[in-house]
C-alpha cells in the first residue's frame, strides 16, 4: 500500500507562542519549531500498516526552508521518502488554498491512503483532511481512534460526543487519527543515521500546478485584521488546608453564587 | 433583512444543543436565523418548538439513510446547494468535531473562506477567535464569500426569543462520491445525565493526583453537586483512570465553563490549553507551586482526598 503521511512544523505548544506584527502570520522564525504532536501518531499508524501489509511510507510536508528539520526528523521514525512543497509565494496561505496544493501533491504521489494528525496544534482548525477528500473525491473517515487495513477496505472507530462511531471505506481514503490510535516511536540511532541518506524531493507550486496568485496572501479566503495578547490571569487566594480546606472551598464558591 | 443559516447541533438524548442556542443568539444580530437540520428522519419535527423558543424563522431540513448514513459529506453538498439558493448573509455551525468537517467541505464546495473557533461575531462580519491556547485573541474576517463560521460552545449567553418556523423539506441529491465512508454503527458510550463537556456551566476536572480511576468518583461526586460535567487531564487520560472523550487540554477538549475546579492537576501547559479561558478556576493540589494556582482564582493546597469529600459534605449542608 502507497501510504502519505501529511507533517507540518509548529511553534512547541509548550513555549510562548506569537503571531507576527508585521503581517498577523504564526510566528515561526523565533519559535522552538516541532513536528506537530498528532502527526506523530499518524507516521507511527502508517509504519504499522506498512509492517503489517508491506508498501511504502511518504512523509509530505508544505513549509518554509526550516521544515526540513522536522522532515528528517519524522524520517528517522521509518518512512521511507519525503516531499517538500517550499515556494516563497506559499507564505500566508489559507486553509483552503494549503488544501489546493497538498491536494495536488497528493494528485501527483498517487497514494492509496493518506494519512494525517486530527488537528495541529498551532491553528486547530481540524478542516485539512475534509478539505482535502472534498478535493480528490475520495473517503474521508476522520477523528480515528482504530484503523484496521483488510485489503482495501478501511474501518475506524471514530470518536463523537456520545461515544462512538463505526465507519467504513475503500481506498484511496483521508484518515485522521488522535493521540488514542497508538503509542509514536522513538526514533532509533540507526534510523537517525539513516533518514539523512533518505531521498526529499522539493516541489514548488510550479511543478504542482498551482498559480501563485491562488495561495498566499493574495489568494487568501480569509484575512486576520488584528491581534493581540490576552492579559494573563493573575492568581488569586491560595490557601494551606488545615482542615478546614474543603468548607473554605465551598465558602468561596458560595460568594461567586456557585452554590 | 436576510438569512442567517444555523446548522444545528443536537443529539438524539437531549435535543437541541446549548451551541445552536448560542448560534441562534448570533445570528440574529446578523439577519434572520433559519436554522438547517441535517439528520436522521424526523429529526427537524422532534427539534422544531426548541429552535423556536431562541428565535429560528424558518426550518430547512434534509433527513434520512442518505444523510445520515454517512460521513458528513452529505451534508456538506446539501448545504452547499442550501446556500448557493438562498444566498444567506452568513453561516454558522459549531465549532466540534462534525461542524469543522461540514464546514472544511463547504469552503471548498463554494471556494469561501472559512473561521474557526470563534467566539463573538460583529455585523460586519468580523470575527473574534481565541488562539494558541487561550493567549491571544485574533479578529479576522472571511474576504471571500460569504461569513463561514464555526462558533466554539459556550461563547455567548443563549437568550430567547420566540419564532414560529414553518419546516422546509430539503430535496436530497448527494452524490455517489458523498457516499463512500459508511457509518456502520453508532454506539453510545455510558454518560449518565452529565451535560455535555464542552457545553457544561460547571467543569470538576481531575488529575495524575487522584491516583486511580476508582478514585475518579470523588471527581464525579463533586461534579454531580454542582450539577457539572467531569473532565481530565491528559496524564489522568493516559494513566487509563477515565476515558479520552473528557480529557481537556491541548489535544483534548477546550472548555470554557463558568467555574472550572481543578482537582489534583499540576496544570502543565497542555491542560492550561483547554481551559485557561475559563471564568472562574479554583484548585485543589498538594504541591503549593504547581503552575495551576498562576490560574487559579481560589487555590487550595492540600490533600485532595480530605478536601474534596469536606467540601462535598458543606455543599450538601447548604442545600
Redesign the interface.
Known amino acids: 500500500m502507497n501510504i502519505v503521511v501529511l507533517v507540518k512544523q509548529v511553534p512547541d505548544?509548550?513555549a510562548?507562542?506569537?503571531?507576527r506584527n508585521d503581517d498577523n502570520t504564526v510566528d515561526r522564525g523565533s519559535a522552538n519549531n516541532v513536528i506537530n504532536?498528532?502527526d506523530e501518531y499518524a507516521i507511527e499508524e502508517a509504519l504499522k500498516i506498512k509492517e503489517a501489509h508491506g508498501g511504502e511510507v511518504t512523509i509530505l510536508t508544505m513549509g518554509p526552508d526550516r521544515a526540513t528539520e522536522s522532515i528528517r526528523k519524522a524520517l528517522s521514525m521509518g518512512p521511507d521518502k519525503a516531499v517538500h512543497v517550499l515556494d516563497d509565494a506559499l507564505h500566508g496561505s489559507?486553509?483552503?488554498a494549503t488544501?489546493k496544493v497538498l491536494a495536488a501533491a497528493l494528485g501527483q504521489l498517487g497514494a492509496d491512503l493518506v494519512i494525517c494528525g486530527a488537528e495541529s496544534?498551532?491553528?486547530?482548525?481540524?478542516?485539512?483532511?475534509?478539505?482535502i477528500?472534498?478535493?480528490l473525491?475520495?473517503?474521508?473517515?476522520?477523528?480515528a481512534?482504530k484503523l484496521t487495513v483488510d485489503g482495501a477496505t478501511l474501518?475506524v472507530e471514530?470518536?463523537?460526543?456520545?461515544?462512538?462511531?463505526?465507519?467504513?471505506?475503500?481506498t484511496p481514503?483521508v484518515v485522521s487519527v488522535?493521540?488514542?490510535i497508538n503509542e509514536p516511536r522513538y526514533p532509533s540511532f540507526k534510523g537517525i543515521m539513516a533518514a539523512k541518506k533518505k531521498p526529499v524531493q522539493t516541489l514548488s507550486l510550479a511543478d504542482l500546478g498551482v498559480a501563485a496568485d491562488e495561495v498566499g496572501f493574495d489568494g487568501?479566503?480569509?484575512?486576520?485584521?488584528?491581534?493581540?495578547?490576552?492579559p494573563?490571569?493573575?492568581?488569586?487566594?491560595?490557601?494551606?488546608?488545615e482542615g478546614?480546606?474543603?468548607?473554605?472551598?465551598?465558602e468561596?464558591?458560595?460568594t461567586?453564587k456557585?452554590? | 433583512m436576510s438569512e442567517v443559516l444555523v446548522v444545528v447541533e443536537a443529539?438524539?438524548?437531549f435535543g437541541v444543543k446549548k451551541v445552536t442556542l448560542e448560534m441562534l443568539t448570533l445570528a440574529r444580530e446578523l439577519g434572520t436565523p433559519s436554522a438547517v437540520v441535517l439528520g436522521g428522519a424526523g429529526a427537524a419535527e422532534a427539534l422544531s418548538g426548541k429552535l423556536g423558543e431562541y428565535g429560528a424563522e424558518k426550518i430547512y431540513a434534509a433527513e434520512g439513510d442518505e444523510i445520515d448514513g454517512y460521513?458528513?459529506?452529505p451534508k456538506?453538498t446539501v448545504l452547499a446547494e442550501l446556500v448557493k439558493r438562498v444566498q444567506p448573509a452568513a453561516v454558522l455551525l459549531a465549532s466540534?468535531?462534525?461542524g469543522?468537517?461540514i464546514?472544511?467541505?463547504l469552503?471548498?464546495?463554494l471556494?469561501?473562506?472559512?473561521?474557526?473557533?470563534v467566539v463573538g461575531l460583529d455585523a460586519d462580519g468580523?470575527a473574534t477567535q481565541?488562539?494558541?491556547?487561550?493567549?491571544?485573541?485574533?479578529?479576522?474576517?472571511?474576504?471571500?464569500?460569504l461569513p463561514l463560521v464555526t462558533v466554539r460552545p459556550n461563547s455567548v449567553t443563549p437568550a430567547p426569543a420566540a419564532a414560529t418556523p414553518a419546516i422546509e423539506q430539503l430535496s436530497v441529491s448527494v452524490t455517489d462520491?458523498d457516499k463512500?465512508?459508511?457509518?456502520?454503527?453508532?454506539?453510545?458510550?455510558q454518560?449518565g445525565s452529565r451535560p455535555?463537556l464542552t457545553e457544561a456551566g460547571?467543569v470538576v476536572s481531575g488529575g495524575r493526583g487522584v491516583g486511580n480511576a476508582d478514585n475518579f468518583k470523588l471527581v464525579e461526586e463533586l461534579a454531580d453537586l454542582?450539577g457539572g460535567a467531569v473532565g481530565a487531564s491528559r496524564a489522568a487520560v493516559d494513566s487509563g483512570f477515565y476515558p479520552?472523550?473528557f480529557q481537556v487540554g491541548?489535544?483534548g477538549k477546550?472548555v470554557s465553563p463558568?467555574?472550572y475546579i481543578a482537582l489534583g492537576i499540576s496544570g502543565a501547559?497542555?491542560h492550561r490549553?483547554g481551559m485557561?479561558?475559563s471564568k472562574?478556576?479554583?484548585a485543589?493540589n498538594k504541591d503549593?507551586e504547581a503552575p495551576i494556582?498562576?490560574?487559579?482564582?481560589?487555590?487550595?493546597?492540600?490533600?485532595l482526598f480530605?478536601?474534596?469529600?469536606?467540601?462535598?459534605?458543606?455543599?450538601r449542608k447548604?442545600?
Open positions: 505548544s509548550g510562548d507562542r506569537n503571531l504532536e498528532m489559507c486553509a483552503v488544501s496544534t498551532d491553528g486547530r482548525v481540524q478542516v485539512m483532511p475534509h478539505m477528500a472534498e478535493r473525491g475520495v473517503a474521508a473517515l476522520t477523528g481512534r474501518t471514530r470518536q463523537t460526543e456520545e461515544g462512538y462511531e463505526v465507519v467504513t471505506a475503500s481514503a488522535w493521540d488514542t487568501a479566503t480569509s484575512a486576520v485584521v488584528e491581534h493581540s495578547k490576552r494573563p490571569r493573575s492568581g488569586g487566594a491560595k490557601i494551606t488546608d478546614e480546606g474543603g468548607v473554605k472551598l465551598v468561596f464558591l458560595a461567586e456557585f452554590v | 443529539t438524539k438524548e460521513l458528513v459529506a456538506a466540534a468535531q462534525e469543522k468537517e464546514a472544511a467541505r469552503a471548498v464546495k471556494d469561501n473562506g472559512i473561521l474557526t473557533d468580523t481565541i488562539a494558541f491556547a487561550g493567549s491571544t485573541i485574533v479578529k479576522s474576517k472571511v474576504t471571500k464569500g462520491t463512500l465512508a459508511t457509518v456502520v454503527e453508532r454506539v453510545a458510550e454518560k455535555e460547571v454542582l479520552h472523550q491541548q489535544t477546550t463558568q467555574l501547559i497542555q490549553a485557561q479561558t472562574t478556576i479554583v485543589v503549593g494556582f498562576e490560574l487559579a482564582d481560589f487555590g487550595v493546597v492540600g490533600d480530605k478536601i474534596v469529600p469536606q467540601a462535598a459534605e458543606e455543599i447548604r442545600k
